[in-house]
Structures are given as structure tokens and as C-alpha cells.
């Protein structure tokens, strides 16, 4: 595609609504909420935010600043930029690098989807209610028994990605995430609603927000920066591949710091939504995805007005997986657009048969391909541990190290509406803060 025509956001409205779409996805539902109760609510908090500051929004800023400048899909954006300063080709690795990270997450994250399409039709037909622990954890290892049954949930919810993303930026993106952030957030408020009449909303809010500073330690603020760092779709050559689309006259700096409070907030009523829920019924925080898919249906099977709550809030659920879906398949389908002869539609169709083909392998981890291990992992277990413990971070310390260091450092500031103190301050986050940031992260994640 050539860069006159190169696409572009309608607005800087529809911008952060799909920014924000694609951070807000499955762990915002449950991790954040949960890791803040955990580990010293709103101290925790306070942390995180410091983290997102020092950490998130640096990197977030140079990937979209990558992707304005380049015009391109993430891999020829690295490539020309690079070209153009005069600078090794080698940075060329940040955008493929985040290209195949989105490529690989939406392999196995398009596998949870599925779940998540198939639990919101279970609420529709009853399948949970009245059901014991043992009958709804039934439920749950019987699909992951059925290959069948995965094979036919991942393959719909891949067809709803690919349908949205072949209609465009405009058509697609944009009309997705206009109708399905609102309808979120909607959800969301409705079941903090409900939350409110359990009689346990107090005692979420204590659990979430009652500053415990005993809890804070070395462990919570690796955690911290972790979550910092993931949450917001960095290094997975998404926000690259937005910032492409991006007119000069957006305020990165600004407009990042709507995107992350979008994204915190979200996440923050999500705890608000679940949690009195959990304590109501005396359910175990401590159950990872479980808590999603076996301790919440139950509770809805068993609680008056549970089929439409249960409905409710797998929908959100689906939304919540559909937005970040629709962006991890967007920069392989611009990548496979602009360096092929192929149109939009062919693109997406393509890149979307690929990455559907390998959930495939992803999906047969939990059944017939079960006893295959490679370094003690399934497939959809090794799938995860690549992208977030090496992939993910390397690629956004890259894309940090060489905005900071490579392109010309007053070309960014004016680009940045920086000046003076403020100029310097983003030189040191950028240049050492974010990148050690990153770093801590990497050796925590793949040591620990």
C-alpha cells in the first residue's frame, strides 16, 4: 500500500477507544483486580501507576511514535527508520518481533475466546444452573476434553476477528470498538450494580483499595512493573501498527496518558464487578482461571437472577477478548498487505487461516496432543511462556532503546511538545528508567 493512501483514524476518539480496546482484554477482567488485592490494594495501586508512568507510557509513546513516523506496518517502519538515520538494519528485529508476537498470542489467545463464546452461550441455554462445584468443574474439563468442541468455538471466534478486521480501519476496527467499549463499560457498571446489593460490596472495596504498605516488597513491584508493562499491549507490534495510522495532530504524550486511565479504570471495575460476587458466595480468590470459568459459573448457576448476570458477564467477556483480538491480527494483516500484491479482505483472510491454523496445535495441548512437551511445556503453555517471559519484552525494550537513542532527539521533542525540564525528564525515563524497567521485568519473569 503506498503511504499516500496509507489509512488513517477518523478521529483521535476512535484512536483511544482502540487503544484502549486492545489493552482492556482477558487479564484486565480478573488479573489486575486480583493482583491488587493481593498485594497491598491501594498501595499496590500506587505502585503500578508510578511503574505505568516510568515504564508503560514511554514505551507506549515510542511505539506509536515509530509507527507515525514509518507510515508502515511495524517491520518496514524499523527498516526505513533505521535506514534513514544511518543506523544498523539489526532494528529491524523490533518490528518483526512484534509482528510475530501478535501472531503467536492470537494463536492461544483465540482458544480462551472460544471458551469465553461458549460459556456466554452456556448462560444462555442454563448449563450452569443448579449445578454443584463438581457438575460446572464438569462442564469446564469436558470442553477442554473435546477437540471438537475447542476446534468449533476457537474457529467462530476467529471468523468474527477476521470478519471485523478485513472491513478496514475505518469499517472495521473503528466500528468495533465503537459499539463494543461502550457496551462494556455498560456491563461492567451494571454488574458493579449488582455488586452493590450483595451486601459484600464494602469488602471488596476494603480488599481492593485499603492501603496495606506491609505488603509491598520487592516481589509486588516487579509485579507491578510487569503488569505495567503487559497491560497495555506493548511489544506485540500493536500499537506500532495503530500509530501508523496516526495524523501529526495528535498528542501522544496526551492522548497516552487517556489510554492508560481507560485501561486502569477498567480494570478497577472489574474488581468491583467480580469481587463482592466471590465473597457472597464464599468462592476462592486463589484459582487463576478457574475463578473465570468454574468459580464464577457456579456461583450464577446457583443465585437468583444468575442466568441473566452470567450473560452478562461473559458477554463482557467476549467484548473484552474480541478487542484485543481484533488488534494482535491487525499488524500481521498490514504487514502481509503492504508487501504482497494482496487486497485488504485476501490479507486478513490469509494472516487469519494462519493464525487459526496454529490455535489448532495450541487447542490439541489440552487433549490428543497433551503428552507432547517441548523443554517440559505443551504447546499452548509454550506458546505463552515465549511471547510474555523473551518475546514481549525484548521487543518493547528495543522499540524504547532505539526511539531514545536513535532518532534525532529534537525531532521528538518537538513531536512530543516537549521543552526544557520536561524534555530532560523524558530523556532520563526513556534512556535508562524504562529500559532498566524492562530489564527487571525480563530476568524476573524468566527466572522467577
Known sequence: MSKLVHAQWSSKMTFVLAAAGSAVGLGNIWKFPYMVGESGGAAFVLVYLLCIAVIGLPILVAEWLIGRRGQENPINAMSDLARRGG????????????????FLILSFYSVIGGWSL????????????????????????????????????HTLFMVLVIGIVARGVTKGLEGAVRTMMPALVILMLILVGYGMTTGHFGEALSFMFRPAWGAINGEVVLAAMGQAFFTLSLGMGIMMAYGSY????????????????????????????????????????DSGPGLIFVTLPLAFGNMTGGTLLGLMFFLLLTFAALTSAISLLEPVVEF?????????????????AAVWALGILALLSFNVLGNVLILGLNIFDLLDTFTSKILLPLTGLGAILFVAWCLDRQGVAAELNLSGGRESLWLVVARYVAPLGVVAVFLHSLLG
Request: hydrophobic fraction near 50%; charged fraction near 10%.
Open 87 to 102: 543506523h544498523l538494519p539489526i532494528w529491524v528485529l523490533v518490528g518483526i518481533g512484534g509482528v510475530l508476537g501478535a
Open 246 to 285: 496516526l495524523g501529526e495532530e495528535v498528542n501522544l504524550l496526551g492522548t497516552a496518558r487517556t489510554v492508560i486511565l481507560l485501561d486502569t479504570g477498567i480494570a478497577l471495575l472489574a474488581g468491583l464487578a467480580i469481587f463482592p460476587i466471590v465473597f457472597a458466595n464464599g468462592l476462592d480468590l
Open 336 to 352: 502481509v498487505e503492504e508487501r504482497t500484491p494482496l487486497s485488504r479482505v485476501v490479507a486478513t483472510l490469509v494472516s487469519g
Open 118 to 153: 461458549s460459556y456466554t452461550l452456556g448462560s444462555i441455554t442454563g448449563t450452569f444452573s443448579g449445578q454443584d462445584a463438581e457438575g460446572v468443574g464438569g462442564v469446564f474439563t469436558g470442553m477442554l476434553a473435546s477437540p471438537g468442541v475447542l476446534l468449533l468455538w
